[in-house]
């Protein structure tokens, strides 16, 4: 999905202070929810279900709230390609991914280590945050304790830790796991090193679970003994090193935490072998700063698959390995790492639930996450076993341990809230990949745990805060790429055909995720048979179809364009409302030069609907207002896209100009302020423009150009001119914004003005 930065849409913001909010009228606000009401679980029935009509639900959000919610990982329009691969049906001709996977590691029999491995280890050794504090507590103690979790590199570093103090006259053994302590270096050996590596007794899951079988129990590593231990290898010159997991270390050792070197280093020294002669700085430092190079290290990877990486990237040198290819083995790798962790032994039903809440809820607090995977294990815990109850344990894992473990990390920020920006403090996986692997592997891989993912997304689907919502929607659209039938089947289609506005927003915004995870094709045609109502499309379906064009729209202006004519075709306020919105999303979108070009069509043409519909959403789109930048505060969205393209043609400012958006603008003005039914409106948004031009010398200077273009007859000047002494209350004794206003209305130049004096 999309990576971190995206920008999200403009917003719309308010006028400035003392006018309206932006907004249609009340009564088709109404008209919108009127459609929604409802009661919530009837959605499964399919359409609008018989009964009486509960009390309306809140007001339907900006179908761009998926981008503001979707914490990165939405585009705007349907078609993606970035670091993880290629979204969207783009791709032409035969499509070939070749994923590399991570083999096992190397079984090292028992025994003394070969010197040539040894050495080999230490050429591409990079020496982690505490490898000085275990060098010297290994030289001092002669017992050292390595923990620290898998992949680290702990038994690298245990191997080079024993190289170094052993010196070019030792040795290193690898012991077995039976070894007793009590038989370490009793064989006269000196200046030996020895090794005790994970050794576990298969407990499983449980109290003292995976726990290295001689660190407990009855001839266990403890204090008294680990004494004597340390005497006796001082006596003959040796060294132990054991790598345990951080809950099994034995009582009186302290142990050191091991903390791995940054994976970009690793990487340029394995980098460095596996290029060979061709290794220069220059073609090191060109593949490491690769997009698919930047995604496998934000992911911490393990020593070992950094190894594997380093192969992979070289044969992409050499021409052997595609671009795409890259990105499929990071896919892979992240992939076989979500799988682990759901089918991990160590980890019961919370740890888990909380790794598939995180991969909803990636980039939101601590505490939200965890609330959230505490309801979805209630679930899965009922499903599992029916019988016991739903509760609880009160106090669970710390969260250092569930977010090593979920390799996540938290990061301080700044939230946007009703409050203006807030600091606030949020979990991420470190993979951009992860939250994706865990989903579809949990839908994929363990089936048995979909009844109760499905209720859980359908109960977020449910949730006032429009978050949940969003990213139940995320989450579902994650799920029908790789599953569609059923995803659609058990949630997108009873969604989409429900009475609750928000559930049906919640299947477009499902929809458009599908979409840009491979579906498009697919959602494409489900859309137009939703749009049409010889098809399959109910009022609910056409109402959740033009929802679904207002963000995938931006790449299919033309298609959308099409089928929301079809939708305006009715006299259902709700649809008619859902088109409005869907046609201003797409103009905040990037798709204003299409949809203005369309409005005209329907202004100028036959069909009542399609006329009603274009003069609402004209004014609807009149009413928004750009937020501004540093150098100009806010003005009207559609006078900004104008300027704007002033700007690039070099004719900013200029009253005379008549681009493609400002003929388009202008036009659609004149019609709108002329229409018997929706002049009125328009002209009070209009109004709201030039109030807003008196504090503005810019927003005035642009509005002078705009005015004189509107007068094509005396009809249109008198109207203008009624507005502007009309504008702020007192029509006599008007500011000097207006009266410059007014004399550039009736004395600009424009060439309908000239014509008719």
């Known amino acids: 999905m999309q990576q971190p930065g995206v920008a999200p849409p403009p917003q719309a913001v308010r006028p400035p202070a003392g006018r309206p ?27 609008n279900p018989a009964g009486a009509a509960a009390p309306p639900e809140a007001p339907v959000e900006n179908p761009e709230a998926l981008f503001r919610h979707g914490g990165g990982r939405v585009d705007i329009g349907g078609n993606r390609v970035d670091g993880a691969g290629a979204g969207g049906d783009v791709v032409g001709g035969d499509k070939h991914t070749h994923i590399y996977h991570s083999p096992a590691a190397p079984r090292v029999r028992p025994g003394r280590l070969d010197r040539s491995a040894l050495e080999a280890v230490s050429a591409l050794y990079v020496p982690g945050p505490d490898h000085r504090e275990a060098l010297e507590r290994l030289r001092e103690e002669r017992v050292l304790v390595l923990t620290g979790r898998p992949g680290s590199g702990r038994y690298t570093a245990a191997q080079q830790l024993l190289h170094q103090v052993s010196g070019p006259d030792g040795a290193v053994f690898l012991l077995d796991t039976g070894t007793g302590f009590d038989d370490i270096a009793t064989d006269g050996a000196r200046n030996s090193a020895y090794l005790l590596h994970d050794a576990t007794d298969g407990a499983g899951e449980g109290a003292g679970g995976g726990l290295p079988g001689r660190l407990r129990g009855r001839g266990a590593l403890g204090a008294h003994r680990l004494n004597i231990l340390r005497g006796r290898l001082a006596e003959t010159g040796c060294w132990l090193i054991v790598t345990a997991d951080a809950g099994a270390v034995p009582a009186g050792a302290r142990p050191v935490f091991w903390q791995p070197p940054e994976p970009a280093d690793v990487l340029a020294g394995h980098l460095r072998r596996a290029l060979g002669r061709e290794a220069d700085d220059r073609t090191v430092r060109s593949l490491a700063g690769l997009e698919q190079t930047a995604e496998f290290i934000a992911g911490r990877p393990s020593m070992e698959q950094i190894g594997e990486f380093a192969g992979i990237l070289a044969a992409h040198h050499r021409g052997l390995v595609t671009a795409g290819e890259l990105a499929g083995h990071n896919h892979a790798v992240v992939a076989a790492r979500a799988a682990e962790a759901l089918a991990d032994p160590a980890r019961g039903l919370r740890d888990k639930a909380f790794l ?23 679930l899965l815990t009922a499903s599992e076993s029916p019988a016991e109850g ?29 409050f203006g920006l807030l600091p606030s403090t949020s979990v991420r996986f470190e993979s951009v990949l992860m939250a994706d692997s ?39 659209g994650v799920l029908a790429a790789v599953d569609f039938p059923g995803v659609v089947e058990e949630l997108v289609r009873p969604w989409s055909g429900g009475r609750s506005l928000r559930l049906r927003q919640s299947a477009a915004w499902a929809l458009h995720v599908a979409a840009q995870e491979g579906r498009q094709r697919v959602v494409l045609e489900l859309l137009r048979r939703w749009s049409d109502p010889a098809a399959e499309g109910s009022v609910a379906r056409r109402w959740t179809a033009a929802r679904a064009w207002a963000t995938l729209g931006v790449d299919h202006a033309a298609r959308a364009l099409r089928n929301l004519r079809a939708i305006a075709r009715s006299d259902d306020d709700g649809l008619r409302s859902a088109v409005v919105d869907a046609l201003a999303s797409l103009v905040r979108s990037g798709a204003a030069a299409e949809v203005l070009t369309e409005l005209g069509e329907w202004l100028h043409g036959t069909d009542p609907h399609l006329r009603r519909t274009a003069a609402e959403a004209f004014t609807a789109m009149a009413v928004e207002w750009d937020r501004g930048g540093e150098d100009t505060g806010p003005w009207p969205l559609l006078l900004r896209l104008q300027e704007a393209e002033g700007s690039r043609t070099g004719s900013a400012g200029d009253p005379g100009s008549t681009g493609g958006a400002g003929r388009l603008v202008q036009g659609l003005w004149r019609a709108v302020l002329r229409d018997r039914g929706h002049g009125r409106r328009a002209g009070e948004v209009l109004q709201e423009w ?4 008196e504090d503005d010398p810019q927003l005035r200077s642009a509005m002078t150009g705009l005015l004189p273009a509107l007068v094509q007859d005396v009809n249109d000047r008198d109207r203008l001119d009624h507005l502007l002494r009309h504008a702020t209350g007192s029509p006599d004794d008007p500011p000097a914004a207006v009266r410059e206003l007014r004399q550039a209305l009736w004395y600009g130049r424009s060439r309908g003005a000239e014509n008719n004096r």
């Open 690 to 693: 030039i109030r807003g031009a």
């Open 438 to 476: 865990v989903l579809t592997g949990l839908w994929l891989e363990h089936p048995a745990a979909r009844p109760a993912l499905l209720e859980w997304l359908n109960g977020l689907s449910r949730a006032d805060a429009v978050l949940p919502r969003v990213r139940a929607a995320i989450a579902t």
């Open 356 to 378: 598939v809440s995180l991969a909803v809820f990636d980039r939101t607090p601590y505490p939200q996450v965890h609330a959230h995977g505490d309801e979805l294990c209630r």
């Open 21 to 47: 909010a932006p907004g249609r009228p009340e009564a088709e606000r109404q008209g919108a929810e009127r459609a929604g009401e409802g009661r919530a679980d009837a959605v499964r029935a399919g359409e």
């Open 390 to 418: 739903a509760g609880l344990p009160v106090f669970g894992r710390s969260k250092p341990d569930l977010l090593a473990w979920a390799r996540a990390v938290e990061e301080n920020g700044l939230e946007e809230t009703e």
